[in-house]
Each structure stands twice: as C-alpha cells, then as structure tokens.
C-alpha cells in the first residue's frame, strides 16, 4: 500500500504585521509609539490570533489605540473602558482582551470603573498611559499634572496636587497585579507589558508617557538621571534585562507579594520606582466565577429564562 500523499499544513505563525494597521498619527516622540511597538511584538511572541484579539478604549491620545491595531477594536466613549471590556471579557472569555486609557480617561472620568474594574479582576491586561496632561483636547490640566503646571484649564499653574495612582490602586479591593514603567527604556516596556498579559487577572501597567507636546519635560528628571530611578527587582516580578540591570543601579529587592512594602514603595516621591510592585495570583476573578451557563444552547437559555419569568406569573 502507498504512503498517503496528503500534505501536512504547517501551523500558521503570525507576525508583526499581521498586528499592524495604519500609519500612527499621533506626534513624532509621542511615548505611545513605543507601547504600540512593544504591544505588537508581545502579540507576535505570544501568537494571539488577531481574530481571538480584541482592543479597547476610551478617549484621548492613547485611546486611539485599537486602530492601529489589526484585531478587533472598540474605541468607546470616555472613561467607559473598563465597563465594554469587562462586557466582552465576560461573555467571552476565550478572547484576549488588552484595555488602553490614558490618565485624564481613567483616573477622572472613569474612575468609578477604575475602582470596580481592579475589584472585579478579569483575565485582560490594562495599560493607562500616563503624560500628566489632556492631550488630545490639547492641554487641560488631568489628576496627575503637576503642581504649577500652566494649562488651558489652569493658565496660571494647576493648583492642586496630582494624584498617585499607584498609592490609590493599592488601596483597591482584589487588586491582582500592579507594575509601573516608562515609555522611554523600551526593554522594561515590553517586559512588563509582557508579564502583565500573562498574568491571569486583571493586569495592570501605567506607562509613564512622553506628550512631547505639552509635558515635553514632565519626565526629564527621570530621563537625564537615572538614579532617580529605582528599579524593583525579585523573582515573582518583572524580568529584568541585562541592559535594563545596568542603566539603573538605583535597585531594590521587592518581593510584590507584600503589599505593605509595596505601599511604601508606592509612597515614594524621591524616585520613580519601576517594576511590579504588587501580584496576587489568587485573587479572585468575576470571569471565572459567572462563566456558568456560557455553553448552553440558545433553546435551554430560552427555557431557564421562562422558567425564571414563570415564579412572576399571577395566575
Ligand atoms: Fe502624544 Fe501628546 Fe501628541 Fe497626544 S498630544 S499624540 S499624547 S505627543
């Protein structure tokens, strides 16, 4: 008897341009081309298929996110992120689902989402893109724009001090993963981006962004001295690269499951600390715990409903 002669098909590999949609427009220098970047070649290293992929945002610069993109994409309403792709997550829960907001988006508009999304801890990964300013409307002063900053809102100087987001998300209920990095070391960018994803939660990183627009030295300190740096290192945390070991010698052992140390690394304005400041890999997810029933067919869903409505029914 012959051999079959049927070919084998290969798997199909992906690559980066399978992930690649359009030309960016934001600014030349803006730091969200360098998360787009590092966003693409974690897609291409992990082989998401884009059509199990799916990208969602709110407003502003980094909310224009999912076009550029070549997965599915909701570019949703302002500080509404969160609420769509727990709405997605939930009802499908084989697909990926990466979040982008920037700070005016979500730690003011959406804030009430911020607080409820961290408790709900849904497998997607959350990346808040943090330039201290409205860009997109073009300048008004956002939670975390530095005192004295002279905005459109606040042209003699915001007047209130900024926010710390990192403090407040790690005063949130189910908190499950929370690591700082910046835009510029594109190294640390993908490597925590990259752990963030696998982590089974809801994995969240604030990117802190170059608008070389309107904040253009809001980072300075931090990009000419790298001592004023300081970089979290420990097993359970991010990877860190050689390049990365070397650039910051301003380092601490943090094991991110303390979240007591991870509060006082939080608190710190001496240094910008980067790295994971705080994992729970049990924390419970409303993912997992409502996915009963996401298999029944439409006729026992139409059954189950009736015989819910029925208990109603005045006979
Ligand atoms: Fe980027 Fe700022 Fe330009 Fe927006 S305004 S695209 S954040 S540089």
Request: net charge positive; glycine share 8%.
């Amino acid at each position: 008897m012959s051999e079959s002669t049927t070919p084998v098909k290969a798997p199909h590999l992906f690559t980066l341009s399978d992930y690649q949609s359009g030309i960016a427009r934001w600014c030349p220098g803006c730091g969200d081309h360098g998360v787009l970047a590092a966003i693409q070649r974690i897609c291409t290293e992990e082989q998401l298929p884009p059509h199990k992929t799916v990208f969602v945002s709110g407003i502003g610069c980094s909310s224009r996110f999912p076009h550029y993109m070549k997965t599915y994409g909701f570019h949703g309403l302002h500080g509404r992120a969160m609420p769509v792709a727990c709405g997605v997550k939930a009802r499908r829960p084989e697909l990926q689902v990466f979040v982008s907001s920037g700070d005016g988006d979500f730690f003011s508009i959406g804030a009430g989402h911020w607080i409820h999304g961290v408790r709900y801890n849904m497998d997607m990964t959350l990346t808040i893109f943090d330039n201290g300013i409205y860009g997109l409307t073009k300048a008004q002063t956002s939670p975390t724009s530095p005192l004295g900053l002279k905005t459109k809102t606040h042209p003699h100087g915001a007047i209130l001090p900024p926010m710390n987001p990192i403090q407040a998300t790690l005063g949130m209920t189910n908190l499950s993963f929370l690591a700082q990095t910046v835009d510029w070391k594109p190294q640390h960018l993908k490597a925590t981006l990259q752990a963030a994803y696998k982590h089974k939660g809801l994995g969240i990183v604030r990117v802190m962004q170059r608008c070389t627009a309107y904040t253009a030295d809001l980072h300075d300190e931090w990009r000419r001295n790298p001592e004023k740096v300081l970089l979290m290192k420990h097993d359970k945390g991010v990877p860190v690269d050689p390049k990365i070991d070397k650039a910051f010698k301003n380092q601490v052992e943090h094991d991110p499951t303390d979240i007591n140390k991870a509060r006082e690394l939080g608190d710190r304005t001496d240094v910008l600390p980067i790295g994971l400041f705080y994992v729970n890999p049990d924390a419970p997810r409303y993912d997992q715990m409502t996915n009963a029933g996401l298999e029944m067919s439409n006729e026992d869903k139409a059954k189950g409903l009736n015989a819910a409505l029925d208990k109603f029914a005045v006979r």
